[in-house]
């Protein structure tokens, strides 16, 4: 007797921990918030001023990465160059490219992901 009492509670168990799993996955969709497309600079980036910048222009440069993330990728590029500021794709849709090791303080490089830049490093 105890074996079939321990097989019904262990089946309504696997039952309700369903049943939970359900309700929450459905409300954990309804209240998730998705951020939209960035069409203009992130206004919570910021100027890097401290003494380590390898140049004012270097810190513009900076700045600029930040701004973009979130963007898609023809509008990073249009905001970038209106910067003056040069554009290089280190990556896009997880395929990387080959880069030189040069430096420059006015170049930013990009990685796309679906069409959208998730991260901009200024080198």
């Not at 309700?16 to 069409?39: C, E, K, M, R």
């Not at 900076?62 to 290089?88: F, P, W």
């Not at 896009?92 to 490219?97: A, H, I, L, P």
Request: a negative charge.
């Amino acid at each position: 007797m105890p074996n079939k009492q321990t097989a019904v509670v262990a089946v309504i168990g696997l039952l309700l921990a369903s049943a939970a799993f359900v309700i929450g996955l459905i409300t954990g969709a309804s209240n998730a918030a998705v951020s939209s497309i960035l069409d203009s600079p992130n206004e919570l980036c910021f100027i890097d001023t401290s003494p380590d910048q390898f140049s004012e222009q270097h810190a513009e440069t900076k700045l600029v990465g930040c701004q973009v993330v979130g963007m898609s990728k023809q509008d990073a590029i249009a905001y970038a160059e209106n910067s003056d500021v040069t554009v290089r794709i280190a990556s896009e849709e997880g395929e990387s490219f080959a880069m030189t090791e040069d430096y420059s303080d006015s170049r930013i490089n990009l990685n796309i992901l679906v069409g959208l830049v998730v991260s901009a490093t200024a080198w």
